[in-house]
């Protein structure tokens, strides 16, 4: 990895034996994906449920030469989150998957889609750092800050028209766009 892996915990104590555990799974990374360049991890609990007990999200964030990979484990109704290390294993293994799914693309072993998805950004939360854009199909995307090519999310407003590897998710989000590009500004109209 070129650039060290970066762990941290939101709403929660930093816990070195989970973050141990986050380290080991990063190293098994390369395993699945010789080139890669960053890997972010969150873990969170992002509010604590006095009758279930404690609940984790877990974020990973990696970045491969050409794309990112971002998966996001939320609690769900079936509380498999109550342990932080179910959560990580859980995200560990999508990121897994996604790394060899792209390797197999880089290699030339799977077609990429021809179709390289579009739309226009129709809510942008700087503060919060995220965004949706709603494709020709009308299906809402999640975008990131850091899906964003070329560092242009503050740049980006309503109406603009992105391009993006579009990702399913599991996650609360749904599907999710990597490697967005914006490639129209919208044109605001001034008052004459």
Avoid: W
């Amino acid at each position: 990895m070129r650039i060290p892996l970066q762990v941290s915990f939101k709403g929660m104590a930093s816990s070195p034996a989970l973050e141990a555990r986050i380290r080991e799974r990063a190293e098994g990374l390369e395993r699945f994906h010789p080139n890669l360049i960053s890997c972010r991890v969150v873990v969170e609990e992002p509010h604590r449920h006095h009758q279930q007990g404690r609940i984790f999200a877990v974020h990973v964030d990696v970045t491969v030469p050409g794309d990112e990979i971002v998966v996001s484990r939320e609690p769900d109704n079936r509380h498999t989150h109550e342990d932080a290390y179910v959560a990580v294993a859980d995200a560990f293994d999508e990121v897994a998957r996604r790394l060899d799914e792209r390797a197999r693309i880089d290699r030339n072993e799977v077609k990429q889609h021809a179709h390289t998805p579009t739309g226009k950004v129709v809510h942008i939360s700087p503060p919060e750092d995220f965004g949706f854009v709603k494709t020709i199909e009308g299906n809402d995307v999640y975008f990131h800050r850091n899906s964003v090519i070329e560092g242009d999310f503050d740049r980006i407003e309503l109406g603009d028209e992105l391009r993006f590897v579009l990702h399913e998710s599991d996650g609360a989000q749904g599907p999710h766009a990597s490697s967005v590009r914006v490639i129209r500004r919208h044109r605001h109209s001034t008052p004459g």
